[in-house]
């Protein structure tokens, strides 16, 4: 079975920017989550969507914003980049929502640099 | 905020001995688990322990858990240096907003 996949792996954007991160989930898995991991702040949870709706949703500004698609991949989008968004952006995958007694499987994440 | 925060932040030991790192966290909890993450990479997931378990065992990893005292340890024994690798535990549950939340984080050396 394929693992968790995301793409791009490195970016390079500049401040005012926007991006976009892909995740392809393991097959079968309904929910993917997204955590950003900074040497400040640690793992910190932005979001999860289960089944193509967002179950919970983290403390970040309005300009972090997801979705999922009908086949479980999932897309995250940052608007208007700012320096402090530099982090890993990691993704993971679970059969059941993440709050229960599933396991969860990440991806390698995307490491993302706001010049 | 984080919901767990691990002890020691940083830990360093020889090949063959015994790694053990704590984790405590604030608001009950459904389970908790711990995953592993080298050099910046994904992260893998160890074990699981539910609330209403005291103790887990897998392979040379060995997970207990403390409800009352709101605590959980992990050791890893006969370290490797292959185990070298940032440990962090992880909490879900409906006070913590159904969420898993991750704690800060043992970065663990093992050196051969």
């Known amino acids: 079975k394929a693992g968790v996949t995301q793409t791009p792996r490195y970016l390079i954007k500049t401040r005012g920017q926007q991006v976009t991160l892909s995740c392809s989930p393991i097959?079968?898995?309904?929910?993917v989550s997204w955590y950003q991991q900074t040497p400040g702040q640690g793992l910190q949870f932005l979001f999860e969507?289960?089944?193509?709706?967002?179950?919970n949703k983290g403390n970040f500004p309005g300009r972090f914003s997801g979705r999922q698609f009908s086949n479980s991949r999932s897309e995250m989008n940052v608007s208007t980049l700012e320096l402090g968004d530099s982090a890993l952006y990691l993704c993971?995958?679970?059969?059941?929502?993440?709050?229960?007694?599933?396991?969860?499987?990440f991806g390698p994440g995307t490491r993302l640099t706001v010049l | 905020s984080q919901q767990g925060e691990e002890d020691p932040q940083a830990l360093s030991i020889q090949e063959g001995e015994n790694a053990t790192m704590n984790c405590s966290y604030k608001?009950?909890?459904?389970?908790l688990q711990w995953y592993r993450q080298n050099s910046g990479r994904g992260l893998v997931h160890l074990i699981l322990?539910?609330?209403?378990?005291r103790e887990k065992h897998s392979g040379r990893l060995r997970v207990t858990l403390d409800t009352s005292k709101k605590s959980s340890s992990l050791l890893i024994t006969a370290s490797r240096a292959a185990d070298t690798a940032s440990y962090f535990c992880?909490?879900?549950?409906?006070?913590?907003?159904?969420?898993?939340?991750f704690g800060g984080g043992t970065r663990v050396l093992v050196k051969p």
């Open positions: 993971a995958s679970s059969q059941g929502l993440a709050g229960g007694h599933n396991e969860q499987f």
């Open positions: 097959s079968g898995h309904r929910s």
């Open positions: 969507y289960f089944s193509e709706t967002q179950r």
């Open positions: 608001t009950s909890i459904n389970n």
């Open positions: 322990i539910r609330s209403n378990e």
């Open positions: 992880a909490t879900a549950g409906k006070a913590a907003g159904n969420k898993l939340t």
